[in-house]
């Protein structure tokens, strides 16, 4: 549940190379799938208003679960093998009742263990809330996405959102539903470099031979508003969420700070992002 935010990657997703094989081909889609190794571009547009410092609560059925769409697109240096085409997945989740999102707890940002002062997201203090507790939901928060908050780690709600797959078609029209098993945070300094990401990896539906990485490296940001000094953003995913972290950090119910920071979308950076589909020989 904790995640350590160095100075370089968060989400990879990583891959595989192999021969093809015929009999690997699963039953309904009656072409062949290849190995491919693919550079992966495309926008993960977060849920909501996008990541906040404090996240946002409510009561409203907007509020019952959120749908981060990640839209993934073949870039430069691919193989000819990968989709010709965008591949759209929206990533469904439940969103977790105040009641059961605290207490908040430790993460790990910059090598430094972080303890919040806060037992709770600020708009989940029952002074704060139209509804009882046990109906208002709280998201999107900067602090439950690297990890801090007791509903669990946001790995496990990407593989739970997931569960049923991921529709993907080779440029040779093989069809293939791409069932995640293992979902990771890839942290600064690693496969990434200077970013952070996620890497997910499993096998297709019907082949279940055939296995997959996806490695997904978050670079440039869309984000609005300013921080807590009234600077503008820094553009970057891993800067602006390291910001809006140690902002929440640093204040208290006594002290509130509440910056307009709002990290709307990340791009997947196509020199680290990467497909690879492996076909066992």
Known sequence: KMLTIAAASVIPMTGFVGAVAMNATPAAAGVAI???NCNIGGTLAFAGAGLQENGQT???GAYKKTTTIATMATASGSDAACSTSSVVSKIQQPASTCAANGPLIPIVVLGIS???????????????????AKTYYAINSAWGFAGGSATGPVTQGIL??????????????AKMTLIPTAVAQQLPGGVCGLNAGFQISGHEKK????TFTLLLCLG???VTGLDSTGAAPKGTFLGDLTSEILDFWASSPAAPVNDTLSITSANFDT?????HIVVPA
């Open 207 to 210: 082949a279940t031979a055939v």
């Open 160 to 173: 739970t959102a997931l569960a049923k797959g991921v529709k993907y078609t080779e440029s040779n029209g």
């Open 271 to 275: 020199t680290s992002s990467t497909l």
């Open 58 to 60: 409510g009561y409203t």
């Open 34 to 36: 290849v190995s491919a």
């Open 220 to 222: 440039t940001a869309t």
């Open 114 to 132: 972080l303890t919040p002062n806060w037992t709770n997201l600020p708009g989940c203090f029952p002074a704060g809330q139209a509804k009882p």
